[in-house]
């Protein structure tokens, strides 16, 4: 976006990566839903489009932002005029440094879990988001305990109901074939030959996009093809290692069957998990996906940054830090300004992609001397994605987020096929979750943005014989 508006200005793209991370494929569903593919591409692709473009290939070191300089670990220094901050996030992992605890937010993480999973006979899964849905959904033929904090999973993207409705997926012997993925992978040249390092959660990789886990053989070393079983309401404890196990003289747990009383397990395994509610489970590796903390580490250290209490780089509604001419977007920064009443901030993909595009305009308005006004995709939290092979889409207070005991909640489900719920408060909807193929996102999108009173409709709103789009066409 900035090197269309100034193709005479010199623009420097620093990134400790070899790839790019490119959107392809892109697709406006409807007035505030996107879909698109994320796409690893060589730099120089960037490069040879836009001319003006330069990629500098290091890690930076430091900001010094009363001389408007950015040192890089390759020892240089470069001036900017105005500087845009998109570092990301890294993995939150429940224990740093334990060698049996995986992070999993990038795409070489996800390789390292793979090539570790090709041995594995049962994994320990941590963590209630997007990552660990997909992931439980993937691996096949290994054992996976799963512990989550809430009474359901997904909780990040849904409630009770919505699990309730996936679950029979997750335990279903025979998979439909997943769609083709056209995501392609560039590899840094040589990185075949070379074992690839275990990105650790300093040395951090690209996010990874929402069909990460495609073209990843996920397989353990069982012949069944699934079996999960999921521990609620818990969190870890304590990670032991073998020797510390055999020394507490404690018993861990087999894998539970359904029929039989629990028993104790007569294997020794690597690495044992201690859960809050006193059950010990072995296990070969453990992989945290508990969520991302905003990358800000190589900018705070004598830059007086104004940052939100998730850690981010505060930004006002023209993503401006609170220092001059640096702006931040994406995962790094927190929105700090007075939020429509159905738009919250999220760390997915979506959203890095309007806030970049958003603070491209915001910086050329600044240069220009123009003003702005905050971008359309601020208006409305929408969101489309995958899960156990069925469309999601999630709309404004999905899961009445801040809307405290003021609302109801409007449910339409048929087994195997939809789920549809909307959350109301005094006659207007505030919020929904459409999973399956429902095609109600654009008729809800718009009850959403433009408020309308629905008093009148009551249950008929989700009456599946009365067809809603022609109502409020």
């Keep these: 976006k900035l090197a269309m508006e100034f193709p005479s200005e010199d623009i420097f793209l620093m990134t400790a990566s070899p790839v790019i991370k490119a959107i392809t494929n892109f697709k406006q569903v409807s007035k505030t839903l996107e879909e698109f593919d994320v796409e690893e591409q060589p730099s120089s692709l960037l490069e040879e489009r836009y001319p003006n473009i330069k990629v500098i290939q290091s890690r930076v070191k430091r900001l010094k932002s009363d001389e408007r300089k950015i040192f890089t670990e390759d020892g240089k220094e470069y001036i900017y005029e105005k500087l845009c901050l998109c570092a990301g996030a890294k993995p939150k992992l429940i224990f740093e440094g334990n060698p049996y605890v995986l992070g999993i937010r990038d795409t070489d993480s996800a390789q390292a879990f793979q090539k570790n999973l090709a041995q594995a006979e049962r994994i320990v899964v941590v963590g209630n988001g997007g990552i660990a849905l997909e992931l439980v959904y993937e691996i096949q033929g290994c054992e996976v305990i799963w512990a989550i904090k809430d009474k359901a999973i997904g909780n990040t993207f849904f409630d009770a109901g919505a699990a309730e409705f996936l679950i029979p997926k997750l335990t279903a012997e025979k998979r439909e074939t997943p769609i083709e993925c056209k995501r392609t992978k560039y590899t840094i040249e040589g990185s075949e030959e070379k074992e690839r ?13 929402p069909d990460w886990h495609e073209g990843l053989h996920l397989k353990g070393t069982k012949e069944f093809s699934h079996k999960v079983h999921i521990e609620i309401l818990c969190e870890v404890k304590k990670i032991h290692s073998q020797q510390e196990f055999v020394q507490l003289q404690r018993t861990s747990m087999t894998f539970p069957k359904e029929e039989k009383k629990v028993e104790a ?25 508990t969520g991302v903390v905003p990358n800000v580490q190589p900018f705070l250290d004598g830059n007086n940054f104004a940052v939100g209490e998730d850690g981010g780089l505060k930004v006002d509604k ?7 001419d640096i702006y931040a977007a994406g995962d790094i920064c927190t929105a700090s300004w007075e939020p429509s009443p159905v738009w919250h901030q999220m760390r997915l993909w979506t959203q890095a992609r309007q806030m970049g595009w958003y603070a491209a305009k915001c910086m050329a308005a600044d240069t220009l001397g123009e003003s702005i006004d905050l971008d359309f995709s601020f208006e409305l939290f929408a969101h489309v994605t995958k899960f156990f092979n069925y469309k999601v889409v999630v709309l404004g207070k999905y899961n009445a987020q801040g809307l405290g005991l003021d609302h109801e909640l409007m449910l339409r489900c048929t087994k195997g096929q939809e789920y549809v719920k909307v959350v109301m408060q005094n006659g207007r909807m505030m919020g929904a979750v459409l999973i399956g193929e429902t095609d109600l996102e654009e008729t809800f999108e718009n009850l959403i ?10 249950e008929d709103l989700l009456n ?3 067809d809603i789009e022609d109502y409020f066409d």
């Design 197 to 209: 390092t275990i990105a650790t959660s300093d040395n951090l990789g690209s996010a990874l996009g």
């Design 265 to 289: 397990d007569e294997v020794l395994w690597p690495v044992y998990v201690e859960l809050t509610n006193g059950k010990i489970y072995g296990c070969d590796f453990i992989v945290s996906a």
């Design 318 to 324: 023209h993503m401006h830090t609170s220092l001059p």
């Design 449 to 458: 943005l433009n408020q309308m009173d629905l008093s009148a409709y009551g």
């Design 464 to 466: 599946p014989d009365i």
